[in-house]
């Protein structure tokens, strides 16, 4: 057997294992799960939406216990109402949501329509993250088209959007520098339109390497890159090469099975043990997080997800 061959099996019999762990107790209602052990070198988070409004309908109240059972000290993209909930349990929200309305990745920086009322309500929220001791906004570049919403206005071209972004980030960029919170860019997946949540036809910052290099045009260390593994897996791949290329501008990380947005299990194409390791390795210090849609038992899917990025 090859040490390749020994690595991989080494991968299976932890995703195996870590699938047959029974949950030893799980109480009706909110529910109580047993804990596991973590070694925190990753930081790791919720992503609120997968098991709240995409998944099994988890309230915030089982997203806290089930996060602290986990050694996941966040749970993300929850808006300011839900912090004093975290805080209760000792958790904390690695990321906060934009605060636009509707499908938050729609109405971005590129678009000069959309410029105010992007600024103000991520204004806001980076003013509720320093009061609440957030440390991350998320941002978009939104779609290409001139109406968001209409494809038949037609398509921005990549420079204009790009110059577009970064006119609106250098805006608002004081402002998250004065406040210590870091304004983090999402780049997605355009190829993967079987499901709203699996890919975003349409949205304008779908290259990693031309967001990375729009992001350092800003020239702030408070706007920084959203780098999601699974959406770089489909778009540009060669994942940790580019998170050493980009390490300069990451500020988060997002993951997700490939293909189809669902668990860190084999079924799935991306080798997360070494992408973790590399992390590691360039110094990042920031949270990962958990944002599959779960297509079994969210919990032992959560815990595989887990036990895989701990590394």
């Known amino acids: 057997m090859t040490d390749r061959t020994k690595r991989w099996w080494s991968r299976r019999d932890v995703l195996a294992a870590t699938a047959s762990t029974a949950v ?13 052990e973590t070694t925190g070198r990753i ?11 995409m ?13 602290r059972s986990l050694g996941c000290p966040s749970i993300e993209l929850t808006g300011p109402e839900h912090w004093p909930l975290l805080k209760k349990h000792g958790l904390t929200c690695a990321i906060a949501p934009n605060g636009m309305p509707g499908a938050p990745y729609v109405k971005g920086f590129n678009n000069p329509k959309y410029r105010e009322e992007v600024i103000s309500r991520t204004t806001q929220m980076i003013d509720a993250c320093a009061e609440a001791g957030v440390p991350a906004v998320i941002a978009f570049t939104g779609f290409k088209w001139r109406d968001a919403e209409n494809p038949v206005s037609g398509a921005m071209p990549d420079g204009e959007a790009y110059e577009n972004c970064v006119t609106g980030l250098k805006q608002i960029a004081g402002h998250a520098e004065k406040q210590g919170v870091t304004i983090c860019l999402e780049h997605l997946n355009t190829r993967d339109d079987s499901h709203p949540m699996k890919g975003h036809p349409g949205y304008q910052g779908d290259d990693v390497d031309a967001v990375a290099a729009m992001l350092r045009r800003v020239g702030s260390e408070r706007v920084k890159l959203l780098f999601d593994i699974y959406h770089v897996q489909i778009m540009n791949g060669d994942v940790i090469r580019r998170i050493e ?15 189809g947005r669902g668990e860190l299990d084999d079924t799935q194409e991306i080798n997360y043990p070494p992408i973790m390791r590399k992390l590691l390795e360039i110094g990042y210090a920031g949270y990962v997080g958990q944002e599959f849609i779960p297509t079994r038992d969210p919990l032992a899917g959560l815990r595989e997800a887990v036990a895989v990025c701990d590394v």
């Open 43 to 53: 930081k790791q988070s919720i992503v609120s939406w997968c098991f709240g409004s």
């Open 24 to 36: 030893t107790r799980v109480l009706a209602g909110e529910g109580e799960v047993a804990s596991v």
């Open 245 to 259: 290329q980009h390490q300069d501008v990451i500020g988060h990380i997002h993951t997700a099975g490939n293909p």
């Open 55 to 67: 998944g099994d309908k988890w309230s915030i109240e089982k997203q806290c216990q089930v996060a």
